[in-house]
Protein backbone atom coordinates (compact mmCIF):
# COMPACT_ATOMS: atom_id res chain seq x y z
CA UNK A 1 0.00 0.00 0.00
CA UNK A 2 1.88 3.65 -0.95
CA UNK A 3 -0.14 6.63 -0.05
CA UNK A 4 0.33 10.02 -0.21
CA UNK A 5 -1.65 12.01 2.06
CA UNK A 6 -1.99 15.39 0.76
CA UNK A 7 -3.82 18.73 2.03
CA UNK A 8 -3.08 22.08 3.35
CA UNK A 9 -1.72 22.41 6.50
CA UNK A 10 -3.64 21.17 9.84
CA UNK A 11 -5.71 19.22 7.92
CA UNK A 12 -5.29 16.24 9.57
CA UNK A 13 -2.77 14.38 7.72
CA UNK A 14 -0.45 13.93 10.51
CA UNK A 15 -3.07 12.43 13.11
CA UNK A 16 -4.81 10.22 10.38
CA UNK A 17 -1.09 9.13 8.76
CA UNK A 18 -0.33 7.55 12.16
CA UNK A 19 -3.28 5.24 12.58
CA UNK A 20 -3.13 4.45 9.52
CA UNK A 21 0.54 3.28 9.05
CA UNK A 22 -0.34 1.44 11.70
CA UNK A 23 -3.18 -0.66 10.42
CA UNK A 24 -1.27 -1.39 7.74
CA UNK A 25 2.20 -1.74 9.38
CA UNK A 26 3.94 0.51 6.90
CA UNK A 27 5.58 3.72 7.70
CA UNK A 28 4.34 7.40 7.74
CA UNK A 29 6.96 9.27 6.29
CA UNK A 30 6.93 12.80 7.42
CA UNK A 31 9.12 14.86 5.28
CA UNK A 32 7.94 18.17 8.68
CA UNK A 33 8.90 15.62 11.17
CA UNK A 34 12.20 14.64 9.80
CA UNK A 35 13.32 18.39 8.98
CA UNK A 36 11.95 18.77 12.76
CA UNK A 37 14.00 16.25 14.04
CA UNK A 38 17.27 18.28 11.96
CA UNK A 39 16.59 20.76 13.50
CA UNK A 40 16.44 19.49 17.07
CA UNK A 41 19.61 18.18 15.86
CA UNK A 42 21.00 21.32 15.20
CA UNK A 43 22.77 19.41 12.02
CA UNK A 44 23.93 21.45 9.02
CA UNK A 45 20.61 20.62 7.55
CA UNK A 46 18.58 21.69 10.55
CA UNK A 47 19.88 25.26 10.91
CA UNK A 48 19.35 25.68 6.86
CA UNK A 49 15.02 24.84 7.44
CA UNK A 50 14.59 26.29 10.51
CA UNK A 51 14.79 29.75 9.20
CA UNK A 52 12.79 28.37 5.93
CA UNK A 53 10.20 27.08 8.22
CA UNK A 54 9.54 29.44 10.67
CA UNK A 55 8.65 31.89 7.38
CA UNK A 56 6.01 29.12 6.50
CA UNK A 57 7.75 28.82 3.19
CA UNK A 58 9.01 25.68 2.01
CA UNK A 59 12.18 23.91 1.85
CA UNK A 60 14.11 23.47 -1.09
CA UNK A 61 12.78 20.65 -3.76
CA UNK A 62 16.24 19.38 -4.37
CA UNK A 63 16.97 19.03 -0.64
CA UNK A 64 13.26 17.09 0.09
CA UNK A 65 13.94 15.12 -2.89
CA UNK A 66 17.69 14.03 -1.79
CA UNK A 67 15.57 13.31 1.84
CA UNK A 68 12.78 10.83 0.03
CA UNK A 69 15.28 9.17 -2.35
CA UNK A 70 17.46 7.92 0.90
CA UNK A 71 14.14 6.83 2.79
CA UNK A 72 12.72 4.86 0.67
CA UNK A 73 15.28 2.49 0.16
CA UNK A 74 15.09 1.89 3.73
CA UNK A 75 13.59 -1.93 4.24
CA UNK A 76 10.66 -1.06 6.04
CA UNK A 77 9.00 0.90 2.74
CA UNK A 78 9.45 -2.78 1.32
CA UNK A 79 5.38 -2.77 1.58
CA UNK A 80 4.70 0.57 0.89
CA UNK A 81 4.69 4.00 2.82
CA UNK A 82 2.34 6.67 3.43
CA UNK A 83 3.99 9.90 2.09
CA UNK A 84 2.83 12.63 4.83
CA UNK A 85 3.22 16.27 3.77
CA UNK A 86 5.00 15.62 0.43
CA UNK A 87 5.15 15.92 -2.40
CA UNK A 88 4.02 20.12 -1.85
CA UNK A 89 5.61 21.37 -5.57
CA UNK A 90 4.74 19.80 -8.93
CA UNK A 91 8.65 19.43 -8.76
CA UNK A 92 8.68 17.17 -6.17
CA UNK A 93 5.75 14.68 -7.76
CA UNK A 94 7.78 14.82 -10.97
CA UNK A 95 10.98 13.95 -9.24
CA UNK A 96 9.27 11.14 -7.23
CA UNK A 97 7.59 9.71 -10.39
CA UNK A 98 10.95 9.52 -11.87
CA UNK A 99 12.61 7.87 -9.24
CA UNK A 100 9.94 5.47 -9.06
CA UNK A 101 9.44 4.79 -12.80
CA UNK A 102 6.25 6.68 -12.92
CA UNK A 103 4.68 3.29 -10.36
CA UNK A 104 5.25 5.87 -6.85
CA UNK A 105 1.46 5.66 -5.34
CA UNK A 106 -1.89 3.54 -5.49
CA UNK A 107 -4.05 6.46 -4.42
CA UNK A 108 -3.77 10.08 -3.02
CA UNK A 109 -6.04 10.83 0.03
CA UNK A 110 -6.76 15.06 -0.40
CA UNK A 111 -7.96 16.52 2.69
CA UNK A 112 -10.43 18.97 1.59
CA UNK A 113 -11.63 21.54 4.43
CA UNK A 114 -12.44 25.21 4.94
CA UNK A 115 -9.74 27.76 5.77
CA UNK A 116 -11.91 29.02 8.96
CA UNK A 117 -11.40 25.41 10.50
CA UNK A 118 -8.00 25.08 9.56
CA UNK A 119 -6.56 28.61 11.04
CA UNK A 120 -8.65 27.53 14.48
CA UNK A 121 -6.60 24.10 14.24
CA UNK A 122 -3.38 24.88 13.43
CA UNK A 123 -3.37 27.76 16.26
CA UNK A 124 -4.81 25.69 18.62
CA UNK A 125 -2.11 22.87 18.02
CA UNK A 126 0.29 21.92 21.11
CA UNK A 127 3.00 18.98 20.42
CA UNK A 128 5.51 16.92 22.57
CA UNK A 129 8.69 18.13 21.85
CA UNK A 130 9.87 14.55 22.62
CA UNK A 131 7.75 11.88 20.78
CA UNK A 132 5.65 14.05 18.54
CA UNK A 133 2.35 13.55 19.98
CA UNK A 134 -0.10 16.05 19.16
CA UNK A 135 -3.01 17.70 21.65
CA UNK A 136 -5.14 20.41 20.82
CA UNK A 137 -6.70 23.08 22.82
CA UNK A 138 -10.24 22.95 21.62
CA UNK A 139 -10.51 19.34 21.81
CA UNK A 140 -8.16 17.83 23.03
CA UNK A 141 -6.00 19.76 25.64
CA UNK A 142 -2.75 18.82 26.91
CA UNK A 143 -1.97 18.58 30.46
CA UNK A 144 -2.29 21.54 32.19
CA UNK A 145 1.50 20.83 33.46
CA UNK A 146 2.46 21.28 29.77
CA UNK A 147 4.21 17.82 30.55
CA UNK A 148 3.48 14.85 27.83
CA UNK A 149 1.45 11.70 29.20
CA UNK A 150 3.41 9.19 26.58
CA UNK A 151 7.15 10.16 27.45
CA UNK A 152 6.87 12.98 30.07
CA UNK A 153 8.68 15.07 27.41
CA UNK A 154 7.61 19.25 27.12
CA UNK A 155 4.55 20.33 25.22
CA UNK A 156 4.73 23.22 23.32
CA UNK A 157 3.34 25.12 20.25
CA UNK A 158 5.57 24.92 16.99
CA UNK A 159 6.79 28.20 16.08
CA UNK A 160 5.42 27.87 12.74
CA UNK A 161 2.07 27.80 14.41
CA UNK A 162 1.21 30.93 15.14
CA UNK A 163 -1.14 32.89 13.02
CA UNK A 164 0.49 35.29 11.36
CA UNK A 165 2.60 32.04 9.90
CA UNK A 166 -0.29 29.81 9.60
CA UNK A 167 -1.61 32.15 7.05
CA UNK A 168 1.55 32.71 5.49
CA UNK A 169 1.33 28.60 4.79
CA UNK A 170 -2.32 28.64 3.48
CA UNK A 171 -0.78 31.32 1.00
CA UNK A 172 1.95 28.90 0.13
CA UNK A 173 -0.29 26.14 -0.01
CA UNK A 174 -2.75 27.09 -2.30
CA UNK A 175 0.22 28.89 -4.60
CA UNK A 176 2.64 25.80 -4.70
CA UNK A 177 0.90 22.47 -3.34
CA UNK A 178 -3.08 22.57 -4.65
CA UNK A 179 -2.09 22.41 -8.60
CA UNK A 180 -0.78 18.92 -7.01
CA UNK A 181 -4.79 17.75 -6.62
CA UNK A 182 -5.11 18.26 -10.67
CA UNK A 183 -1.98 16.27 -11.20
CA UNK A 184 -3.41 13.51 -9.43
CA UNK A 185 -7.01 13.79 -10.29
CA UNK A 186 -6.06 13.46 -13.78
CA UNK A 187 -3.72 10.14 -13.45
CA UNK A 188 -6.69 8.78 -11.76
CA UNK A 189 -5.54 8.37 -7.63
CA UNK A 190 -7.11 10.81 -6.28
CA UNK A 191 -9.31 9.93 -3.65
CA UNK A 192 -11.20 13.16 -1.51
CA UNK A 193 -12.24 13.11 1.79
CA UNK A 194 -14.17 15.74 4.25
CA UNK A 195 -11.27 16.34 6.72
CA UNK A 196 -13.51 18.41 8.90
CA UNK A 197 -15.37 15.68 10.39
CA UNK A 198 -14.13 14.14 14.08
CA UNK A 199 -11.43 11.96 14.11
CA UNK A 200 -12.84 8.74 14.10
CA UNK A 201 -15.03 9.48 11.54
CA UNK A 202 -12.25 10.84 9.06
CA UNK A 203 -10.52 7.71 9.89
CA UNK A 204 -13.38 5.57 8.53
CA UNK A 205 -13.62 7.28 5.17
CA UNK A 206 -10.07 6.86 4.71
CA UNK A 207 -10.24 3.19 5.64
CA UNK A 208 -13.19 2.61 3.85
CA UNK A 209 -11.55 4.72 0.52
CA UNK A 210 -8.77 2.58 1.30
CA UNK A 211 -10.04 -1.03 0.70
CA UNK A 212 -11.80 -0.55 -2.43
CA UNK A 213 -7.95 -0.27 -3.57
CA UNK A 214 -7.55 -3.73 -2.34
CA UNK A 215 -10.92 -4.90 -3.80
P1 LIG B 1 4.53 19.94 7.98
O1 LIG B 1 4.98 19.48 9.29
O2 LIG B 1 4.35 18.94 6.88
O3 LIG B 1 3.24 20.79 8.17
P2 LIG B 1 1.88 20.87 7.33
O4 LIG B 1 1.67 20.17 6.07
O5 LIG B 1 1.77 22.32 7.22
O6 LIG B 1 0.95 20.06 8.15
P3 LIG B 1 0.69 20.18 9.63
O7 LIG B 1 1.67 19.37 10.43
O8 LIG B 1 0.58 21.65 10.01
O9 LIG B 1 -0.79 19.63 9.74
P4 LIG B 1 -1.43 18.18 9.59
O10 LIG B 1 -2.28 18.15 8.37
O11 LIG B 1 -0.45 17.08 9.78
O12 LIG B 1 -2.43 18.26 10.83
P5 LIG B 1 -2.40 17.55 12.27
O13 LIG B 1 -2.74 16.11 12.13
O14 LIG B 1 -1.18 17.91 13.04
O15 LIG B 1 5.54 21.04 7.40
C1 LIG B 1 6.07 22.08 8.19
C2 LIG B 1 7.07 22.88 7.36
O16 LIG B 1 8.17 22.01 6.94
C3 LIG B 1 6.53 23.45 6.04
O17 LIG B 1 5.91 24.70 6.23
C4 LIG B 1 7.83 23.56 5.20
O18 LIG B 1 8.60 24.66 5.54
C5 LIG B 1 8.59 22.31 5.59
N1 LIG B 1 8.31 21.15 4.72
C6 LIG B 1 7.72 19.96 5.11
N2 LIG B 1 7.58 19.13 4.06
C7 LIG B 1 8.09 19.81 2.97
C8 LIG B 1 8.18 19.48 1.60
N3 LIG B 1 7.73 18.31 1.11
N4 LIG B 1 8.73 20.40 0.77
C9 LIG B 1 9.19 21.58 1.24
N5 LIG B 1 9.10 21.96 2.54
C10 LIG B 1 8.56 21.08 3.40
O19 LIG B 1 -3.67 18.28 12.94
C11 LIG B 1 -3.67 19.67 13.23
C12 LIG B 1 -4.39 19.93 14.56
O20 LIG B 1 -5.77 19.57 14.42
C13 LIG B 1 -3.86 19.09 15.73
O21 LIG B 1 -3.94 19.86 16.90
C14 LIG B 1 -4.82 17.89 15.81
O22 LIG B 1 -4.92 17.38 17.13
C15 LIG B 1 -6.13 18.52 15.34
N6 LIG B 1 -6.98 17.61 14.58
C16 LIG B 1 -6.59 16.71 13.64
N7 LIG B 1 -7.65 16.07 13.11
C17 LIG B 1 -8.74 16.61 13.74
C18 LIG B 1 -10.16 16.39 13.61
N8 LIG B 1 -10.66 15.49 12.73
N9 LIG B 1 -10.99 17.11 14.38
C19 LIG B 1 -10.50 18.03 15.26
N10 LIG B 1 -9.18 18.28 15.44
C20 LIG B 1 -8.32 17.58 14.67
Known sequence: MRLIFLGAPGTGKGTQAG??????????????????????????????????????????????????????????????????????TLEQAEGLDQLMDGDAVDAVIYFEMPQDTIIERVTGRRVCVSCGKTFNMINNPPPEDNVCPRCGGDIIQRDDDKEETVRKRLVVYEEKTAPLVTYYRERGRLLTIDASGAVDAVRKEIETKVETLNA
Do not use: H, W
Open 19 to 88: AIADKYNIPQIATGDILRRAVKEGTELGQKAKVIMDRGELVPDQIILDLIKSRLTEPDCENGYILDGFPR
